[in-house]
C-alpha cells in the first residue's frame, strides 16, 4: 500500500513558477515509477510527466516539454514537479501517482493517487 499526499499548488501569475511535491509512505516507494496528472475545470484527467523508479528516465506530455521537469529523491520518498513558464492553461487541480509500469500515459495504468492539489495561474 502507497499513500500519496500533494503539497505546493497555489496561485500564480503567467510566467511564473511553482514546486508541486509528493510525499510518499510505504517501502515500496523507491521501486515505483511515478507520475503526475491534471485535471482543469470540466476536463478529463491528463497526462503531465512520469519518471522511472532509479529516476535515471523521464517522459513528458508535450504540452509541458521544456516547462515542466519532474524528479524524485528516493532517500525522502518524494517525487517533484517543477513548473516554470507557467501559462494560464496549465490551472488545474495535480495529483500525483504511482504505477509499476514506465512510461503510463494512462490514469487507469495508475495504482495510487494523492487527493491533489490546486494550481492556479492568472493571466
Known amino acids: 500500500q502507497v499513500q500519496l499526499v500533494e503539497s505546493g499548488g497555489g496561485l500564480v501569475q503567467a510566467g511564473g513558477s511553482l514546486r508541486l511535491s509528493c510525499a510518499a509512505s510505504g517501502r515500496t516507494f523507491s521501486s515505483l515509477p511515478m507520475g503526475w496528472f491534471r485535471r482543469a475545470s470540466g476536463k478529463e484527467r491528463e497526462f503531465v510527466a512520469a519518471?522511472?523508479?532509479?529516476?535515471?528516465?523521464?517522459y513528458y506530455a508535450d504540452s509541458v516539454k521544456g516547462r515542466f521537469t519532474i524528479s524524485r529523491d528516493n532517500a525522502k520518498n518524494t517525487v517533484y514537479l517543477q513548473m516554470s513558464l507557467l501559462k494560464p492553461e496549465d490551472t488545474a487541480v495535480y495529483y500525483c501517482?504511482?504505477?509499476?509500469?514506465?512510461?503510463?500515459?494512462?490514469?487507469?495504468?495508475?495504482?495510487?493517487w494523492g487527493q491533489g492539489t490546486r494550481v492556479t495561474v492568472s493571466s
Open positions: 519518471i522511472i523508479s532509479s529516476g535515471d528516465y523521464t
Open positions: 501517482a504511482a504505477t509499476s509500469l514506465f512510461p503510463a500515459l494512462r490514469p487507469t495504468q495508475y495504482d495510487y
